[in-house]
């Protein structure tokens, strides 16, 4: 149940719950109610409603309960996702789901080497949904919060979680932004392949993909990890 103020703690995750309950896995404390959209681009919430959310998330903050919401939030959320995963395990008969690249993507080793050694791991600044940012921790990444802005400095250091997908914003403060292909859009987004290509994980071993041109190959990649596998993806075999 939505409060109609905000008193204590319980008011504050009650808050959180609603929000939660009515908005999905795409809710963010930080983010105006103003923001969020439906599947047609029409905003979510009537005006009274968006100016009540907006006002009750001021008094919670102002009231000292961020740190309580968050963590909240991230609770509800990580339950969401296991349930996705539960059900996806009923649908593949409890077996582990294999990750596909894409439906009719197969992919073949080169069995080349050339890095001469452990390259730098792939750094990027970029908004994330809570959701994006907790399957990227579960995989052992670096992900950290950038001081004054609502950016994350992203280092991939371990397994790139399947289905993360990078678009374009009108923020200015940082114009890309991840979230995961099950979240609903941000309120507006535009495609972002390169993007999309520094966070989709190697088909062999799940590691990050780094550049790797070598100044005649546009868009190559090789695998961060040893053995730095190189493999040739093809459409339809």
């Given at each position: 149940?939505?409060?109609?103020?905000?008193?204590?703690?319980?008011?504050?995750?009650?808050?959180?719950?609603?929000c939660?309950?009515?908005?999905?896995?795409?809710?963010?404390?930080?983010?105006?109610?103003?923001?969020?959209?439906?599947?047609?681009?029409?905003?979510?919430?009537?005006?009274?409603?968006?100016?009540?959310?907006?006002?009750?998330?001021?008094?919670?903050?102002d009231?000292?309960?961020?740190?309580?919401?968050?963590?909240?939030?991230?609770?509800?959320?990580?339950?969401?996702?296991?349930?996705?995963?539960?059900?996806?395990a009923?649908?593949?008969?409890?077996?582990?789901?294999?990750?596909?690249?894409?439906?009719?993507?197969?992919?073949?080793?080169?069995?080349?080497v050339?890095?001469?050694?452990?390259?730098?791991?792939?750094?990027?600044?970029?908004?994330?949904?809570?959701?994006?940012?907790?399957?990227?921790?579960?995989?052992?990444?670096?992900?950290?919060?950038v001081?004054?802005?609502?950016?994350?400095?992203?280092?991939?250091?371990?397994?790139?979680?399947?289905g993360?997908?990078?678009?374009?914003?009108?923020?200015?403060?940082?114009?890309?932004?991840?979230?995961l292909?099950?979240?609903?859009?941000?309120?507006?987004?535009?495609?972002?392949?390169?993007?999309?290509?520094?966070?989709?994980?190697?088909?062999?071993c799940?590691?990050?993909?780094?550049?790797?041109?070598?100044?005649?190959?546009?868009?190559?990649?090789?695998?961060?990890?040893?053995?730095?596998?190189?493999?040739?993806?093809k459409?339809?075999?």
């Amino acid at each position: 149940m939505l409060p109609d103020q905000i008193d204590s703690e319980s008011d504050a995750t009650s808050l959180v719950d609603w929000c939660i309950e009515n908005i999905g896995l795409c809710y963010h404390p930080d983010a105006s109610a103003s923001e969020y959209v439906d599947a047609s681009g029409l905003r979510l919430f009537q005006p009274f409603v968006a100016t009540k959310l907006d006002r009750l998330h001021k008094e919670a903050f102002d009231a000292g309960f961020a740190e309580q919401m968050y963590d909240r939030g991230i609770v509800l959320q990580r339950e969401a996702i296991a349930k996705k995963l539960e059900q996806r395990a009923v649908r593949w008969g409890r077996k582990a789901a294999p990750a596909p690249l894409k439906n009719g993507v197969v992919a073949k080793s080169q069995k080349r080497v050339g890095l001469g050694g452990q390259p730098e791991f792939p750094e990027y600044e970029a908004m994330a949904t809570i959701p994006a940012v907790e399957a990227l921790r579960a995989g052992g990444n670096s992900v950290e919060p950038v001081a004054g802005r609502r950016a994350y400095r992203i280092r991939l250091l371990g397994i790139v979680p399947a289905g993360i997908v990078a678009v374009h914003t009108n923020d200015p403060d940082c114009p890309t932004a991840i979230r995961l292909a099950s979240e609903p859009p941000y309120p507006i987004e535009f495609p972002a392949f390169w993007a999309t290509v520094d966070f989709t994980p190697c088909p062999v071993c799940g590691a990050a993909l780094l550049w790797y041109e070598a100044g005649y190959v546009p868009g190559y990649r090789v695998c961060v990890k040893a053995p730095f596998h190189h493999v040739l993806v093809k459409l339809g075999e």
